[in-house]
């Protein structure tokens, strides 16, 4: 359940085009602790999909991506396992 | 009242927008009702692009600089050189280092660029090369110079970064380069970049993966380094691979500035601003340009430029007691070389996906002559 969700870090890159978004997750990532859970909000499309993949290989887990249809925007919640 | 305005940073911004401001308020400033005031932590302006061609021996960093006196209208600016300190939007006034008395302002407008950061990465500084920064562009030029066989490297580490086109360039360049000089059998080059395709706009990136296939220059994709090994040669990455190199080219991370973070104005020390104002968003009566200010477009000179004319019209506008209508519509221009002696050219605003022309030797010598020629611009002629 996303609700159940509760993000240590909130990145909103809403308004950012890609590859704005990735690369705010990516500088936060860098400097996270391993079990940090990120919540990244993006209004960009791409990075919706973009960014679970590399999130992937980067060895990370995607725990949801919640799309927030009235208010435009996706939130990609993530955690760091490094 | 005297209307002041303070603009923070001589680069192109900052020297494009007082050249506008010194013609476009010659009355007002000479009637004693504004007062522009620029200050710089330097005498000299850098021309930053400059740098990429001292790198292959094609420029001299003499060629790069100019004194500011020779830029701006000295009758009509002052020109203070100091280094800002403090902002204090609330009081609008700037601690100095060197003025105890600092500098009260109406408006006023930072232009302070990006600064680099490589320490952000464990061994970059040692076991990088760059052409970001004067130093590094000679000592890069140097390293290629002497290179003749081996594996060069450049990884894109720090994004956003100044000139989003110049790594590419940089590899096409090199290729280009060491083939006239007979060496291309003995060398691999390859390119990394952070995300899953090689540009972070996507028809430079389409138009760069088919160039590099042609040009057998590798590509890695998200790949993000996270150390360097400066005695074993190896980049490591967030994503668990190894790359060995003999030359490697990173480059470094870049940051806005410790001031604006201090005062509030936005995070990682890029101002917060209205895309098409300007204006911060966290105080009155400040506006950022240039490299500092949170676009949603490249750091280049370009958009320093254009944005200074829509700031410079605002900041008229407002002086003159009129409602500012300016709008900055995210026009960005970048000349992209693709060889030594050829280059394509790309023109965009916010939400637009450039066209990349077929690289020509005629845009090749219109960047070139743009570089001789940029001096002109920084003086508000062109």
New interface residues.
């Given amino acids: 359940m996303t609700e159940s969700i509760t993000p240590d870090v909130t990145i909103d890159s809403r308004g950012a085009t890609c590859p704005g978004p990735l690369m705010d997750l990516i500088g936060k990532v860098k400097k996270a602790d391993p079990g940090t859970v990120v919540e990244l909000m993006t209004t960009d499309t791409s990075s919706s999909h973009d960014v679970p993949e590399w999130v992937a290989k980067a060895g990370h887990e995607t725990l949801d991506v919640v799309e927030h249809e009235d208010e435009g925007y996706w939130s990609v919640f993530i955690e760091t396992t490094k | 009242m005297t209307e002041r305005i303070v603009i923070v940073g001589g680069g192109t911004g900052g020297t494009v927008l007082t050249n506008r401001l010194t013609d476009d308020l010659a009355a007002e400033i000479d009637a004693g009702d504004v007062e522009v005031t620029l200050v710089n932590d330097t005498p000299e302006q850098t021309y930053k692009p400059a740098f990429l061609y001292v790198a292959f021996g094609k420029k001299t960093l003499a060629e790069a600089h100019r004194p500011l006196t020779d830029l701006v209208d000295t009758r009509r600016v002052d020109l203070v050189v100091d280094r800002v300190s403090g902002i204090d939007t609330e009081n609008k006034h700037l601690t100095l280092d060197a003025d105890d008395r600092g500098l009260d302002y109406d408006y006023l407008v930072l232009a302070t660029g990006a600064n680099l950061v490589p320490d952000e990465v464990p061994g970059l500084k040692e076991g990088g090369h760059h052409f970001y920064g004067p130093d590094g562009a000679e000592r890069l030029r140097d390293a290629l110079a002497d290179f003749t066989d081996g594996h060069l490297v450049l990884s894109v580490i720090g994004?956003?970064h100044m000139c989003p086109a110049a790594p590419v360039e940089f590899v096409l360049m090199a290729d280009a380069w060491f083939r006239e000089r007979g060496l291309r059998d003995d060398i691999d080059i390859t390119y990394t970049y952070?995300?899953?395709r090689a540009h972070?706009i996507?028809s430079i990136a389409d138009w760069a993966t088919d160039l590099f296939e042609e040009r057998d220059i590798n590509l890695e994709t998200?790949f993000?380094a996270?150390e360097i090994d400066p005695d074993a040669k190896v980049v490591e990455t967030?994503?668990?691979t190894e790359l060995d190199y003999d030359l490697l080219v990173g480059i470094p991370p870049h940051a806005g500035s410790d001031l604006v973070t201090d005062a509030g104005l936005g995070d990682d020390g890029w101002v917060a601003v209205d895309k098409h104002t300007l204006e911060a968003a966290n105080a009155e009566d400040v506006y950022a340009i240039g490299d500092v200010a949170d676009l949603?477009t490249s750091k280049a000179g370009s958009v320093a430029h254009y944005a200074a004319g829509t700031v410079a019209d605002r900041l008229a506008s407002h002086v003159r007691g009129l409602v500012p209508t300016a709008t900055y519509d995210g026009k960005t221009i970048c000349f992209i070389e693709s060889g030594m002696d050829e280059a394509t050219f790309v023109e965009f605003a916010y939400?637009d996906e450039p066209a990349v022309r077929e690289p020509s030797k005629l845009l090749h010598w219109s960047k070139l002559a743009y570089n001789e020629s940029y001096w002109l611009t920084a003086r508000g002629l062109i």
């Fill in positions: 994004v956003p952070p995300i899953q972070g996507q998200f993000n996270e967030m994503e668990g949603p939400g």
